[in-house]
């Protein structure tokens, strides 16, 4: 496959509504661009606020039968999807690398496999959620049943746009909710392919619909539809804050995964080997377009310069190249806008007072310069700095200096964010005393990054609320009902004749 076709047997470019792929209401079309060389891969149809309407009210209608299915009826469509998935690895990998610039290495290994760990886990969850018996008062029976929401509405960015589908559908088809979801305009072609698979394994008409699009449109939309009960979001906080304000009308249930600045701690006594790797991996993977980079690497005064002289080596080692060649371990950033917004900040970071360490720059090379590429960039500066509060969002590290564990737990804490943080070091009891007072919704202790379908995965603070994974992604996609049943016929004492 040379690039997706339009509309072809082979890929699907249109919208998924109620079991149909379908063109938009308008008929407008969105361009789908190659970051490796700006060529444009394919047009998708565009929904418009009217394809939302549709795609909900397809899905009301589907709601009631999918949450009346047997649960382990819905896990085992999920577990068939996660088959799917694993046969189809290959091309799904390359159609990431495509429309991502995710070296294709990552899309094989990590991409497309978390995303089948994920559809296995929910699959295997849908009829483990169990409700509870209540101890109350003397002659009642108080049970509490987990329901569906009804439908639910997904929007997701562009950064890991396969498997982060996966983590809002697992949890909410598992737990009898029909999904209308929005891929980002940028990176929509692993999600339209997933709609086919789906398709393919007995997913019914309407459980899942796709409404690809721009977010002040359909995104919008989404939040702000009285018909659905609840928004998952994943991506920036400003887009976080309009999905709540849109969300007033019906109230309804909103979770928000939205941006970070994580911090990634180095104690004098750490292993610098392993820091070193960890710390590499946990900012310049994905081209740091991940919201639990480690993009403030927080370093001992005593071991930074050992540290800076292994971790610039190894930034400058990294190969840059073509996502669709193995060799390549950094592929170019997502977009065109992105880029230019990710080199904005080396010169913000100068104008501070910052030391660029290495990088800052276009790669040179005229086989990346049609490229949105940028050099691995380190870049030393102080707490209070642009560069150490904002979320820069590419290969872009900053690099801060303490002396005491106090110092270092003040930088770490120091921004609005809190996803995910890390800190390296020998010392057992510091570790677990540290990571309790970090403000993070995950910490990381000897590694970074590390993400598993069964643990929780969200933050605190302007980095959002609500869980994805694990039985907390259950929670939050139902809702208890309590039931009262009066066992023993008791008659309340207050009007007793
Ligand atoms: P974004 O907020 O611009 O867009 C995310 C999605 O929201 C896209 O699908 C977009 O079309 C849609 N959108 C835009 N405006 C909207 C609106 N007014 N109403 C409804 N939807 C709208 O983010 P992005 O640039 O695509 O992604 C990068 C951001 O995502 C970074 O801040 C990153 O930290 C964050 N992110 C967070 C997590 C997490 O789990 N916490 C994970 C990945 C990315």
Redesign the pocket.
């Known amino acids: 496959m040379a690039a997706p076709h339009r509309g072809s047997d082979v890929f699907e470019t249109r919208l998924l509504i109620d079991g149909q792929w379908q063109a938009g209401v308008r008929g407008e079309r969105i361009p789908v661009l190659n970051p490796f060389d700006g060529s444009q891969l394919c047009e998708i149809e565009a929904a418009t606020e009217e394809d939302v309407d549709l795609a909900v009210a397809a899905a009301e209608r589907a709601a009631p039968a999918w949450a009346a299915r047997a649960a382990h009826e819905r896990g085992l469509l999920l577990l068939r999807l996660a088959d799917r998935i694993e046969q189809e690895r290959e091309a799904l990998a390359r159609l990431e690398a495509l429309d991502t610039g995710h070296p294709i290495r990552d899309c094989l290994n990590l991409d497309v496999p978390r995303t089948v760990l994920c559809f296995r886990y929910f699959g295997g969850m849908a009829d483990k959620l169990e409700g509870s018996v209540v101890p109350v008062d003397a002659g009642f029976l108080n049970y509490v049943d987990r329901e569906p929401i009804g439908v639910v509405g997904t929007?997701?960015?562009?950064?890991?746009p396969l498997m982060?589908t996966s983590w809002k559908l697992g949890p909410a088809l598992a737990a009898g909710n029909t999904v209308v979801m929005?891929?980002?305009?940028i990176t929509p072609l692993s999600t339209l392919r997933l709609g086919q698979l789906m398709q393919e394994v007995g997913f019914p008409p309407g459980v899942i619909n796709i409404v690809p699009g721009?977010?002040?449109s359909v995104?919008?939309r989404?939040?702000e539809h009285p018909g659905i009960g609840k928004v998952a979001f994943?991506?920036?906080?400003?887009?976080g804050r309009?999905?709540v304000e849109?969300s007033k009308g019906n109230l309804k249930k909103v979770q928000l995964?939205?941006?970070?600045k994580g911090p990634n701690i180095v104690f004098a006594d750490a292993n610098l080997a392993a820091a070193v790797g960890g710390a590499a991996f946990a900012i310049f993977h994905n081209q740091g377009q991940?919201?639990i980079a480690g993009s403030r690497l927080i370093l001992h005064e005593d071991i930074a310069d050992a540290f800076l002289e292994k971790f610039l080596a190894l930034a400058r080692s990294i190969v840059l190249g073509d996502p669709l060649d193995p060799a390549t371990e950094m592929g170019p950033l997502t977009s065109r806008l992105h880029q230019e917004r990710v080199l904005s900040f080396v010169e913000i970071a100068k104008a501070e007072g910052g030391q660029v360490l290495t990088g800052g720059k276009r790669p040179a090379g005229d086989h990346l310069a049609k490229g949105c590429f940028l050099e691995p960039t380190v870049v030393l500066a102080k707490p209070s700095d642009r560069v150490a509060q904002e979320?820069v969002?590419g290969p872009f590290v900053t690099v801060l200096k303490f002396r005491t564990d106090e110092e270092a737990l003040e930088i770490a804490n120091g921004t609005d964010y809190g996803?995910g943080a890390g800190l390296w070091t020998q010392d057992i009891t510091r570790a677990h005393r540290l990571a309790k007072r970090l403000h993070a919704g995950m910490v990381w202790i000897n590694c970074y990054k590390r993400v598993h379908p069964a643990s929780p995965f969200g933050?605190v603070g302007q980095?959002?609320y609500g869980r994805e994974m694990g039985f907390e992604a259950m929670r939050e996609y139902t809702v208890p009902k309590s039931v009262w049943v009066n066992v023993e016929a008791v008659i309340p004492p207050f009007y007793k004749r």
Do not use: D, M, R
């Not at 929005?182 to 305009?185: F, G, I, T, V, Y």
């Not at 994943?234 to 887009?239: E, I, N, Q, R």
């Not at 995964?257 to 970070?260: C, M, R, S």
């Open positions: 929007i997701v960015p562009w950064n890991f982060f929005k891929p980002s305009e721009y977010g002040h995104g919008q989404i939040a994943t991506g920036s906080t400003a887009t309009k999905i849109a995964e939205l941006g970070g991940a919201c979320e969002f996803l933050g980095s959002g």
